[in-house]
Structures are given as structure tokens and as C-alpha cells.
């Protein structure tokens, strides 16, 4: 299959060299590709601890979408998660760096946070094996939301009656509800919900009319051109850790990705590959946020991933496959949720 369909896209790419200026490029039917061929890529992989995942409550969740929310929980009451994570901008800031305590930046672009519980790994460099851990990271970095410790979080939690009762109903029996575990433990069972169905799974799903005839060609070249050894599985990307430039190197590389975790030579500049879903409103793009343009992203992917030149005509083909994965954002979660009132004992914003 790849080989006929290869042939048939290079002379898509020689026929668009030789038209006249003004001319619209050729383009000569591609030989059929069964559907079934191009779903399997997407098709999620059995999870050998599919078993040990934690069952969220309802409790939780609810409380988890009050903290997710609440900017109290930095040092300044000035960002909470979905500062850096808006979910009514599909889980991002659009910034190339999310601003911090103080204004200050740090060195990575804050991706989204839809449909990561799908994710090998969470941040850039893995460092993160659970939505759970990944939670806890910007609580206390100095440079994110900037919380001094551990007794500072409880001591603004427990400051608030409302809150201690929704930690009750979401960890019922506990002796200390209202913990930095189950502070994490909330925020992540409320991550796992955010999922954004779109057109593509109703295509994964059978329909073989969910896409336009250039999103089926798109997807045709995505999975012939190679796209779906990185960007595979329900995600489409997150399932593993690649070399940025694998086939050409990467210009002006200073950030050593995953080796700063494991510091192992092999992973030096590797990253954890990024969820295409929602990619067309997620930009910029990359682990610094230096590319602003998905057609940019997607020529220099196929350059220096694949060692591919792509004609403009494919690039169009596989940007309208990649705005199909932009799905629904889940509208009960958007609205900020009502936060229980602060009291005298709740700590004072600190702008130092």
C-alpha cells in the first residue's frame, strides 16, 4: 500500500513543479487506501496497569475542577492551573512561555492539558510519570505558581470550611482529608476527563464520511509519509520519547530535553512527542514554543524527523487532516467553578 501511494504523491509533487504560473496543480486520484489501514495506527494499545487506575469519584472531579481554578493555590493568588492551561482555549495560553510568580518565565512552553492522562508521561522530559505527580511540579516551582511548602498548601485548604468539606465527600474515612496527596490525587481525577471528541474518531469510529475528500488525503499522507511511527495511538502522539531532528539536525538546539532526568547520552534531545488533537489551536509550537505556524510545523517535521520534502499542496492536504482532530471542549467544565470564601485564617497574597 505505502508504495503505490507513495509513487502517486510524487507525482502529485512533479506535476505541481511543472504548472504554469496561476495554474492549480494537478492532482490525479491517489489509488484507494482502505479505511481500516489508516485507523490502525490510532487504535489504543492494551496497558498492562489499565487495572491499577485509579476509579475517580465524582467528589473528586468536582473538586479537582474547584482547584484546578483556584489561584489561591500560588503563593501570590495570582495564576491557578488553568492560567497556564485555559480550557477555554483548549487547555493552553498560546504564549511560546507561560508567565509565572512575578512575571517570570521558564524555559518550556506550557502544553495542553486535553486528553493528557492518554500521555506515556507528563512535561516535555517525562519527568512525570502520572497526571498525579505532574499536578504537584508547579505548586512549588519557584518560577510557576511558587507555594513555599507543603504547610503553606494546607494551611490555606484548611483555612476555608467549604473545602474542607469537599475534601471530606471526595476521601471519605480519611483521618486527614485535606492533604497534599489527595490535593493532586483531585486535580488529576479531573484531568482525566478532559477528552475532546472530534471528527476523527467518528472517522475511527466507521464513518467513512466524517472527513472531506482533503482531510482523507491528508490523513493518506500522514500515514505514508511516516507521521504515525511518532504520532500514534488515541492521542495521536504521547506515546513516546523522540530525538528532535532525528534525520536532519535540529537548528540552534540548546534545551538537552530528557537527558536532564535520565542523563543518559541516548536521550539527549529526545522529548516526549506532543498530542496532534486540537494542534491547529495549541500553537506555538515545540518544547520552547519558537514555531508560530502549523504549516511551518509541519514542513519542518517531515525535514528534519523524516528527511522528506513535502510540496505545498501536501502540506495543505495534511493541515486540513490535522484541523480535523480539533474536537469539542467539554462545556460543563469551562465556566469557573464557584470557590468557597476565603476567611481571616487564609493566608495573605504574597508578592515576594
Not at 482529608?177 to 476523527?200: G, Y
Not at 491528508?218 to 502522539?237: D, K, M, Q, R, Y
Not at 547520552?265 to 519558537?290: C, I, M, W
Request: glycine fraction near 8%; include cysteine; hydrophobic fraction near 35%.
Amino acid at each position: 500500500m505505502n508504495h503505490t501511494l507513495l509513487l502517486a504523491l510524487g507525482a502529485v509533487a512533479l506535476h505541481g513543479c511543472a504548472r504554469s504560473p496561476g495554474e492549480e496543480p494537478a492532482r490525479p486520484a491517489p489509488p484507494p487506501v482502505e479505511a481500516a489501514q489508516l485507523r490502525a495506527p490510532f487504535h489504543p494499545a492494551p496497558v498492562a496497569q489499565a487495572a491499577s487506575r485509579p476509579v475517580d469519584t465524582e467528589a473528586q472531579v468536582s473538586l479537582g475542577h474547584k482547584l484546578f481554578f483556584d489561584a489561591r493555590l500560588s503563593k501570590n493568588h495570582d495564576i491557578s492551573c488553568n492560567s497556564c492551561h485555559n480550557l477555554a482555549t483548549f487547555g493552553v495560553d498560546n504564549k511560546a512561555l507561560s508567565d509565572g510568580h512575578r512575571g517570570q518565565k521558564g524555559t518550556r512552553n506550557s502544553p495542553t492539558v486535553y486528553n493528557a492522562a492518554g500521555h506515556i508521561a507528563q512535561f516535555w522530559d517525562g519527568r512525570a510519570p502520572t497526571l498525579e505527580v505532574q499536578a504537584e511540579g508547579p505548586l512549588f516551582n519557584p518560577v510557576e505558581m511558587a507555594l513555599p511548602d507543603e504547610q503553606r498548601l494546607i494551611a490555606t485548604l484548611s483555612s476555608m470550611p467549604g473545602y474542607t468539606r469537599h475534601f471530606q465527600r471526595a476521601f471519605p474515612g480519611e483521618k486527614r482529608p485535606v492533604s497534599p496527596d489527595n490535593v493532586v490525587r483531585a486535580i488529576a481525577a479531573f484531568e482525566r476527563q478532559l477528552t475532546t471528541p472530534s471528527r476523527f474518531d467518528t472517522f475511527l469510529g466507521g464513518e467513512e464520511g466524517a472527513l472531506t475528500a482533503q482531510e482523507r488525503r491528508g490523513l493518506e499522507l500522514f500515514v505514508s509519509t511516516g507521521c504515525t511511527t511518532c504520532h500514534n495511538g488515541p492521542a495521536v502522539g504521547g506515546t513516546s520519547f523522540q530525538k528532535l531532528g532525528l534525520v536532519k539536525d535540529w537548528p540552534v538546539l540548546e534545551d538537552a530535553g530528557r537527558f536532564e532526568v535520565t542523563k543518559r547520552e541516548e536521550d539527549r534531545a529526545k522529548f516526549r512527542v506532543p498530542t496532534l488533537r486540537n494542534v491547529d489551536q495549541t500553537g506555538p509550537y515545540l518544547h520552547d514554543g519558537s514555531i508560530q505556524a502549523l504549516p511551518e510545523m509541519v514542513r519542518l517535521m517531515a525535514k528534519h524527523q523524516l528527511g522528506k520534502e513535502l510540496a505545498e499542496p501536501q502540506v495543505e492536504d495534511v493541515v486540513a487532516f490535522l484541523k480535523s482532530l480539533t474536537g469539542e471542549l467539554p462545556q460543563r467544565y469551562l465556566p469557573p467553578p464557584e470557590l468557597p470564601p476565603s476567611t481571616p485564617k487564609t493566608p495573605s497574597p504574597d508578592p515576594s
